[in-house]
């Protein structure tokens, strides 16, 4: 594995995924305040790791495989602990983790397969941070929060088929 800062950046992101769930369901004073502020760290990082991997050429297989999973596996957690809440529900849940499950399980595929993947572009950049505005609304409750949420998510449904149209042409024989 090539270790390098963007994939120490991406590793250091996946250690953030436990940490965000503690802080979340703990009964710490301001906990909510404290696990998003640990989410906005994990989007901040994942900002620069991928900038510091294009500017300074460090960009890597693992690297491309890794930082679409931290990102997937810290927004299943979110999304986990906001249907714990209650603060979703379950049809928001389900859906999100469906989405998500199937694009990794995917990516793993088609990278064990020797495929070609299809790298992150400009509409799926755009549903991180829609994930990452809608997310507050979400933790705080505010009205129609789900329902932003759910249009995301259905944007992100959208962004995921693109994809996989891409990658199969992409590995057309």
């Known amino acids: 594995m090539s270790v390098n800062l963007p994939n120490l950046l991406t590793i250091f992101r996946i250690v953030l995924i436990p940490l965000y769930l503690y802080v979340f369901f703990s009964e710490f004073p301001y906990h909510v305040e404290i696990a998003l502020g640990i989410l906005i760290l994990a989007g901040v990082t994942d900002i620069a790791d991928g900038y510091i991997a294009r500017k300074h050429k460090l960009v890597t297989t693992i690297g491309m495989m890794l930082d679409p999973l931290a990102d997937k596996l810290m927004m299943l957690a979110v999304i986990a602990s906001l249907f714990l809440t209650d603060r979703i529900s379950i049809w928001a849940a389900l859906f999100f983790f469906v989405r998500d499950l199937a694009m990794i399980v995917a990516g793993a595929v088609y990278h064990f397969r020797g495929k070609k993947t299809v790298p992150a572009n400009a509409y799926g950049k755009l549903t991180t941070v829609l994930l990452y505005v809608v997310i507050p609304l979400v933790m705080y409750r505010y009205e129609y929060s789900e329902a932003i949420l759910w249009s ?22």
């Open 152 to 173: 995301v998510i259905a944007f992100s449904f959208i962004v995921s088929a693109i994809y996989l149209a891409k990658a199969r042409l992409l590995n057309r024989v």
